[in-house]
């Protein structure tokens, strides 16, 4: 379990351990919204060495009033697409050759959101993406679910291309009950008082994910976009390939 908070993520491997009493569960430090903290991370689980089949890249903010990460660039971008664009490349080559040892599919799934409709008119603001004017935060929130979709797909491109057996997708959970919303106080309102009738509980949220990382049903399939563990179609932007090779250049370009 990589997570920020180590204290909570603590008690949580201990409530699974006392539901699960033979799980194996580790908690390590990561802050996606700081670059050192995700170097940091791959570095100490690479000289584990230490098998990786699966990856999942969930963590992310919303909606949040404009502010920059630690490595100066729009927090929404830099945690929720940039932070896993970068752990998920310097885990690359421990993935490759879980699944060349192994003879098994390794999988990342990147988890997005039907929020990724709400990006920005031009989909990604390359040139603006520091930029406070113009900003906006369900915008810039849909901007990096975007991205989350489109670095998917250009994964599964190279993987193809390469014949790594390694597969990428990305999913919609649903609409949750969490704190995600706690950046705007309307909405976290409405969240509170009508959550228990219209949102997911977390258990439901997680299906998704559980399905696309899990199930053989999803063997062999690459670059699609899930939700309520079934198909889904993302929008015209997600499947621009050469808004995603676009989107991996200045990823790139960003992280060295």
């Not at 050759?97 to 409709?117: D, L």
């Not at 849909?142 to 993987?159: D, P, T, V, W, Y």
Request: proline share 2%; glycine share 8%.
């Amino acid at each position: 379990m990589a997570v920020r908070n180590t204290a909570a993520g603590r008690d949580i491997k201990d409530a699974i351990v006392m539901e699960i009493p033979g799980a194996k569960v580790d908690v390590m430090e990561l802050d996606l919204t700081s670059m050192a903290s995700v170097r940091q991370f791959a570095s100490d689980f690479n000289s584990q060495g230490l098998p990786l089949n699966l990856l999942i890249n969930n963590a992310g903010v919303m909606a949040t009033p404009f502010m920059l990460s630690k490595d100066n660039i729009e927090v929404q971008f830099a945690t929720n697409h940039l932070g896993h664009f970068l752990l998920t490349s310097l885990l690359l080559d421990t993935k490759k050759k879980t699944a060349r040892e192994s003879s098994r599919e390794g999988r990342i799934v990147n988890v997005s959101s039907e929020g990724h409709k709400l990006a920005y008119r031009f989909g990604i603001r390359f040139d603006k993406i520091n930029d406070q004017s113009g900003y906006s935060g369900f915008g810039a929130y849909g901007q990096s679910k975007l991205a989350n979709i489109l670095h998917a797909n250009e994964l599964a491109r190279q993987f193809k291309e390469a014949e790594v057996n390694i597969t990428a997708n990305s999913l919609h959970p649903g609409a949750i009950a969490t704190n995600l919303t706690r950046h705007n106080s309307m909405l976290d309102g409405l969240a509170r008082m009508l959550g228990r009738f219209v949102l997911k509980i977390v258990q439901q949220g997680a299906a998704t994910t559980c399905y696309v990382v899990l199930h053989p049903q999803v063997n062999g399939i690459s670059g699609e976009y899930f939700s309520d563990s079934n198909f889904n179609k993302a929008n015209a932007q997600a499947m621009n390939v050469e808004l995603a090779k676009k989107l991996w250049d200045f990823s790139m370009y960003l992280v060295k």
